[in-house]
């Protein structure tokens, strides 16, 4: 099962809206990784966190590491129809052996254009 | 550069049989990991590769394997095949150092009858 705790489960927004989306597990994080799947498609990284109270952003998107490393949220500012999609959180584990990755079980965002 | 490519995209088996899947990771990539993704479970990690060795195993049964080869290519295989076998199956490379980010394939979607 799930090991990150993603919240919120499913969002529907008004085109334009600002979005916040997070993740928290009871594990120490080293890395924490926020993906978008499409439909039949596999997760593209969005950004990727390496350090604790790291602030990333990319285009419109921002992602934070927490301070706490069990922790991470992304915003989307002015969303936008192409936006649509799920999206999930993702860590390695401190002190996990190799690249394995923990994922939360995703939020689907849909926007109402 | 081009991506992690899986192959086949879409396969479809019945009970009792066994699958090969194949993934070629991103040039230069030494490490591949797959993933298992279901409505009901989310993306769970299978097993780790790094330079042909298998360096990291997730939590499922004997009947899922795997191997990679020099040119870090990788195969995975299920035998003795089940209903809930039924998934999008994910391949993601890496470069195999610390602290890298793993890219994602478009998986293989498996139906099993």
């Known amino acids: 099962g799930q090991q990150l705790n993603q919240s919120p489960q499913s969002m529907f927004i008004q085109e334009g809206e600002d979005v916040s989306m997070n993740c928290t597990s009871s594990?120490?994080?080293?890395?924490w990784l926020w993906y978008k799947q499409d439909p039949g498609e596999g997760p593209v990284l969005l950004i990727a966190?390496?350090?604790?109270?790291e602030l990333t952003s990319n285009g419109r998107l921002t992602a934070q590491f927490g301070i706490t490393r069990k922790d991470s949220f992304l915003n989307i500012s002015a969303s936008i129809p192409s936006d649509v999609g799920i999206y999930f959180c993702a860590g390695r584990r401190l002190l996990e052996y190799g690249n394995k990755l923990v994922f939360g079980a995703g939020t689907i965002l849909r926007v109402k254009s | 550069k081009a991506g992690v490519t899986q192959t086949p995209r879409y396969l479809i088996k019945t009970r009792g049989q066994q699958v090969t899947l194949s993934c070629s990771p991103i040039?230069?990539?030494?490490?591949v990991s797959w993933y298992q993704q279901t409505p009901g479970q989310g993306l769970q990690f299978l097993f780790e590769y790094f330079s042909e060795t298998q360096r990291n195993k997730g939590n499922f049964p004997g009947r899922f394997s795997g191997r990679q080869f020099s040119n870090s290519r990788s195969e995975m295989n299920v035998s003795t095949l089940e209903l809930g076998d039924s998934a999008l199956y994910l391949c993601a490379s890496y470069t195999g150092l610390a602290g890298e980010t793993q890219y994602f394939g478009p998986g293989t979607r498996l139906l099993v009858l």
């Open positions: 966190l390496y350090k604790a109270g």
């Open positions: 594990s120490i994080f080293n890395t």
């Open positions: 040039s230069g990539h030494r490490s």
